[in-house]
């Protein structure tokens, strides 16, 4: 019995020539009920050929095969789903959020080793431990092999045979390569970590010429991944990280979106990353914002402004990286890298963590993976466990480009306030109104947690707060004292409903 | 001889029994060479109709008529474009910014009285007497008159007539309103000012009912008032300001905006501002960005965001009000309002004024116009005036989101640097290189002026700056003393590259 939103995988055998894997072998019709999908299937090897599924509701499916090959066509079957055993893939909720297929919120913090895919052992595990350990629930990484800066390994496993000239042929797809790709998805996935699989890169500069294929090897390579990944519920798809630095039209990449939205059965979420110039977020097939801005998170009130340009999540998944190299880009200190964290968590958004520290090899974490060397991984681990704790769908700036003090959250029900770095001797009890849901009333009473982000403790101050005067903007507890604050350090406060 | 870019009027006798003007009462084809222009004509009272045509090159053309009238059917007729007395309509430019159709860069500095077209003498003149005397280019007004608050006159004159069950009838317009709204238009070009023509309201609270109307009424609305005004070179389309206070699908809007797009022989500029929830800006048929958002205007490094996600003129057309009314919206000093243009200048935006201090008649200048009574209107005249004189098509920030002086410009040929409203004794000569254009050389030479943007002065320092210290990421001109500054004063730098 195949659990809810897991993968239900079908191994059929077919032709001994194998069909060239830039045609969709295969067509498998699942049907339970009304319901019906429709998942390609693909080629594994030899005269083995896979379809996965991931049945999102419990009960009994049937299937029936297609395909031009007579061993492969008209194949039927059945199979139960049983009750869920995790809480499937991830979706967009409540507009600038995120959710399981279960309903359980996720809040991305996220990770990054673009090129830990090519890495060899112990560099390929230590890079999952240390992702899980530090409590990260999102990895960033790409799929073909990076020859850019700081690169100090170049694998073996490439992910296609060559024609005779030279050339990749994409229709031979090197299956070894691809289940290393299985296996790093379901080991990251069973640590609890989301697969943000950049399906091209823009870091190749000719090494392996895989920036070369054609528009139609792209599409032939990205139908291939669909249909091998999209069952897994660890899986999310990024085009591209720093995409405009090829030189490519932008109308091409966008008929890569579109087919990527068109053609993946499960319909995991799908962005597209930039380098200077962005793409629109606001197409239909892209699901959430993926962003480099590491500026939008240093002072607040900027992440903010991409939420009024695109009502999907914004993920900020480069906003620079802990580090000591000489570039701008790979030098923040631990502490400035969890403050812009905060920033862009009241701000309404997620990020992405990397770490810019020169490893042995010569490379750097963000690059290939490994232990971590910085101060921030255990501090953003302490931020998950902060949002994973919270009562609300997620947090949104309360009162839009008017709160002085930032305040993000859900209107009358809880509240996240970030300090920043230096927090004052004592803060005075305050909640903006905003402009749209629940207004405050007199009487409301609230909790407030202390939380220091960067010792990582959470403080109930131990009183209720009820508001005593409600205002058009703001509301305020005026019979209430002030709450120490632990002064200097960088503070926020978690503000809740309780009556 | 009608001139390049200005109104070629064709008067014609129709039916003495009008055309229902919710219908296109005839299309008349313009024609030179290869270029073929086709422009829905007009009822303008009794058997009167008007074709209205700008001519965007000069010398014969030829038109005739098709209607399903036989009186306006198969008119016939020629004239002559002339060198043209103006520089033209405005168009995008340069992604981000303005051109007239001459090629002259347009710098908006926008100005705002929603309801002014419904005032009485002398009120109406008078307003643009101010706006003209102050420097503003660019006005924002609606057609449908208001009735939200500080709203203290109600016209008489309303734009239809109306059906025996008291609806609105849009297939019969009040000549005698349009001809208002064409000289209206007529006057403030006469005085270098655009009409950013605001066609719906969402202050009409049921008072006039013209929030009521139906989305074919509205479309037969939006028809006349293009063929009536869209052959001025003065003409902006703004759907709404506020959009989303009205309770109408996102769909409706946009499918107006694209008849906007479809039916305007002239093409000119054309958006929709909100209130609260963002329009898709990224749409085909917006040309540039009208936001309302004050506080991506009081920091630095916020409204340069927008550009990000729109790679269209960003143009900031409500950042609160210059007054002293309570509403958080309408209290701005005049030295804060400044201030924020010219964060808006450097974030490579562009932004209106309005001002909230109370009229005689009990309403606000924003609301009715009349004299300027605050101290910002001459500022920014000044400021228009320093954007006038660029010698490049616009303000870019020149290294976005890493620039801690947020310089903007062109690479290479001139810079503006805002040090905000407090400015330090001295500055010392530093521009950014930035990631995109031309880079800074050694050698390369500068002048900079100072320009006191509160005392309106600009100060040339009167020697060169020479680079001699090019860095990746900064260039200097070491050798160079520190330039001196009026110590807190809001103050600009003009660095002009001369050599």
């Known amino acids: 019995m195949t659990p809810v939103d897991s993968v239900h995988e079908i191994v059929l055998t077919g032709p001994v020539e194998p069909i060239p894997a830039d045609r969709t072998p295969l067509v498998a019709r699942f049907t339970q009920g009304a319901t019906t999908v429709e998942v390609p299937g693909f080629w594994d090897g030899a005269d083995r050929y896979l379809v996965r599924f991931s049945p999102g509701t419990e009960g009994d499916w049937s299937w029936s095969t297609r395909s031009a090959a007579p061993e492969l066509h008209g194949v039927t079957g059945t199979f139960t789903a049983g009750p869920r055993t995790g809480p499937g893939g991830v979706a967009v909720s409540a507009v600038h959020h995120f959710a399981h297929a279960d309903g359980t919120p996720f809040r991305p913090v996220g990770a990054t080793a673009y090129n830990w895919l090519h890495q060899e052992e112990p560099i390929f595990s230590e890079t999952v431990d240390a992702l899980a350990e530090a409590g990260f629930n999102k990895f960033r990484y790409m799929v073909f092999p990076q020859a850019g800066g700081y690169v100090e390994h170049f694998p073996d496993l490439l992910p296609f045979e060559r024609h005779a000239d030279g050339r990749w042929d994409v229709s031979r797809p090197v299956v070894a390569f691809f289940r290393r790709l299985d ?3 379901e080991r990251l996935g069973a640590r609890g970590i989301q697969s943000d699989v950049l399906i091209l890169n823009a ?3 000719g090494r392996f010429g895989l920036d070369g294929l054609t528009e139609e090897e792209d599409a032939a390579y990205l139908r291939y991944l669909v249909a091998r990944l999209s069952a897994s519920p660890f899986v999310w ?12 039209p932008t109308a091409r990449w966008n008929r890569l979106g579109e087919l990527l939205a068109s053609v993946d059965p499960h319909q995991r979420l799908r962005s597209i990353h930039q380098w200077m110039r962005f793409p629109d977020h606001n197409q239909p097939w892209v699901t959430h ?3 480099q801005n590491g500026a939008a998170t240093t002072e607040f009130g900027r992440a903010s402004l991409y939420r009024d340009a695109y009502p999907k999540p914004i993920v900020l998944d480069e906003i620079k990286y802990e580090g000591d190299i000489p570039d701008r880009w790979g030098h923040l200190s631990g502490r400035q890298l969890v403050h812009q964290f905060w920033v862009a968590t009241v701000a309404g958004c997620y990020a992405s963590h990397g770490e810019s520290f020169v490893t ?10 490994g232990p971590f060397r910085g101060e921030s991984p255990a501090r953003l681990g302490f931020l998950r466990r902060i949002l994973d704790d919270l009562v609300i769908p997620g947090l949104d700036p309360i009162d839009r480009w008017d709160d002085p003090a930032y305040v993000a959250g859900s209107p009358r ?3 996240l306030q970030y300090l920043g770095q230096d927090a004052p001797e004592a803060w005075t009890f305050r ?3 905003g402009n749209l849901g629940d207004r405050l009333e007199v009487g409301d009473a609230f909790e407030v947690d202390v939380i220091d982000t960067w010792n990582v403790t959470v403080t109930p101050v131990g009183r209720r707060f009820v508001l005593d005067d409600v205002q058009r903007n703001d509301a305020y507890a005026k019979g209430a004292d002030p709450v120490p604050l632990p002064a200097g350090e960088a503070v926020a406060l978690r503000i809740t409903r309780v009556e």
Chains 1, 2 share one sequence.
């Open 289 to 291: 914002a993926s962003i």
């Open 203 to 205: 870091y190749d500069n």
């Open 413 to 415: 029900r809880q509240y």
């Open 237 to 248: 798809w990024s085009l591209c990280n720093e995409f405009d630095i090829l030189d490519r």
């Open 360 to 369: 042995p090899s010569g490379s750097l974490h963000m690059v290939e993976g």
């Open 431 to 433: 909640l903006p109104q």
């Open 183 to 185: 296996d790093a998805v």
